[in-house]
């Protein structure tokens, strides 16, 4: 077995995408409408970022589901994306619309990490290689 997505449902998947894109340098791999939903993927590495409609959230969890709010606390869950320049990323992300929440920082072992949250409240990280 592999890890293959993550999906993180989102009210409006092509601006998010056009964020991930211009934020983290993620290259668009599909972009289509299923129905009422949209669909987008985005190249990662050996694992597939994607994106769909808040309202397939809706129908695939019945009973509901917590969605992303950037008005509120973050999930417990993080996306984490490495890179060889901390700073720059995350310059650049917030740049893109991305909102700080830690500064780029030293940690123990020689890693340089920092957090930022998308437009839709997901968490980001940006860890050194």
């Not at 993620?26 to 949209?38: P, Q």
């Not at 720059?88 to 992300?93: E, F, Q, R, S």
Request: proline letters at 6%.
């Amino acid at each position: 077995m592999k890890f293959g997505y993550t999906v993180i449902w989102v009210d409006d998947v092509v601006k998010t995408v056009e964020f991930y894109e211009k934020a983290f340098g993620l290259v668009r791999r599909t972009l289509r409408e299923k129905g009422e939903s949209i669909w987008a993927e985005l190249e990662t590495g050996s694992t597939t970022l994607a994106f769909s409609s808040s309202n397939e959230a809706k129908k695939l969890f019945p009973s509901g589901c917590h969605p992303n709010n950037s008005a509120q606390p973050p999930a417990s869950i993080q996306l984490s994306f490495v890179t060889p320049d901390v700073g720059t990323a995350y310059m650049k992300a917030i740049g893109a619309g991305a909102k700080g929440l830690d500064v780029p920082k030293s940690q123990p072992g020689g890693h340089t990490i920092a957090r930022v949250r998308d437009p839709n409240g997901v968490l980001v990280s940006l860890v050194s290689g």
